[in-house]
């Protein structure tokens, strides 16, 4: 993470609040995970210069938090 995506958290923090932040962080780090995999698999077949920026899925997921935080808090208080 560079400067600007830790602006970019913080914003998305001021904006949501502490509890869809961590989710929203969470779920921007496993949509990031699951682009990294895919680009390092590309890697492997040549090609070399892919970069992966980090503020496309922390915004992704911010959304995704905004909207659907209450019924995935929801779901994962029923799994416990």
């Known amino acids: 993470m560079g400067w600007g995506d830790v602006k970019l958290a913080a914003a ?39 970069l992966i920026p980090y503020g496309p899925y922390l915004v992704a997921s911010g959304i995704i938090s905004m909207l659907y935080f209450r019924s995935i808090a929801d779901w994962i208080s029923g799994q416990l």
Do not use: Q, S, T
């Open 12 to 50: 998305l923090g001021a904006i949501l609040g502490l509890a869809p932040l961590g989710l929203g962080l969470y779920i921007g780090v496993i949509i990031g995970g699951a682009v990294a995999i895919v680009v390092y698999a590309a890697r492997l077949i040549g090609f070399n210069r892919i």
